[in-house]
């Protein structure tokens, strides 16, 4: 179930000093296939994620009402978790993603595009982070819009931006163009997947202007080829 995605100035509001637990260890599992946006092997990415470092607090819901059991994982490059992926249709109205398209639709994004308009969930690959608060504060681990992530789900690997911001307790979503390239169907009232999809976000690397999709491709494919070496 999709949650109303937050604006940047409300997830400021839910903002709470960081605090960070011990590394704790948590093994994850999916299968992988190949296939891939760029030359790094969705099997490669699944790999490095195969052992968790728990970075975050506690843990998330994959959905309003389900048990918190997804952990925020960290290497020294990058932070990941492993979820759903519901779809995220905010920001600027589209023939698919609109009030009439999608119940909870906000035409805001948290992070907006360079001339100032909100980013198209249609158009644009982005993945949604959930607000800072005690469990995780994305800002600290050197995330925030614009940052480069690479989404691994079916075989497929997307490269995409940190575009938008979402309830505290929640994780797993992903613009409607984000769920298009892995194949995931992307209707905003009946798409998305409960199956695992992996969600890699490396650190301290943001795009601008964050819309910049060549950008976004040449620099995850670079970074995801340091991920998957070690280097």
């Not at 999709?2 to 400021?12: D, N």
Request: glycine share 10%; with cysteine; net charge positive.
């Amino acid at each position: 179930m999709r949650l109303p995605s937050l604006t940047l100035a409300a997830a400021g509001m839910a903002l709470l000093a960081p605090a960070l637990s011990p590394a704790v260890e948590h093994r994850t599992r999916e299968e992988p296939v190949a296939w891939s946006e760029g030359t790094v092997r969705a099997a490669d990415l699944l790999a490095r994620t195969h052992r968790c470092v728990q970075i975050s607090r506690g843990r998330y819901r994959s959905d309003d009402g389900r048990p918190a059991d997804i952990p925020v994982c960290g290497t020294r490059d990058a932070v990941f978790w492993k979820a759903d992926l519901d779809i995220d249709c905010d920001g600027r109205p589209t023939a698919r993603c609109n009030r009439r398209t999608d119940p909870l639709f906000s035409d805001a994004t948290a992070f907006p595009q360079s001339d100032g308009r909100a980013l198209s969930a249609e158009r644009l690959p982005y993945i949604v982070v959930p607000a800072p608060s005690r469990v995780w504060n994305h800002r600290a681990h050197g995330v925030g819009g614009g940052s480069v992530a690479a989404v691994v789900h079916g075989g497929r690997v997307q490269y995409a931006v940190v575009g938008d911001i979402g309830p505290r307790g929640v994780i797993g979503e992903a613009s409607y163009a984000t769920a298009r390239g892995l194949g995931i169907a992307a209707d905003p009232r009946n798409g998305g997947t409960s199956e695992d999809v992996t969600y890699i976000v490396f650190r301290d690397a943001r795009i601008k202007p964050i819309e910049d999709r060549a950008a976004t491709v040449a620099t995850g494919e670079r970074l995801a080829r340091l991920f998957v070496t070690g280097k």
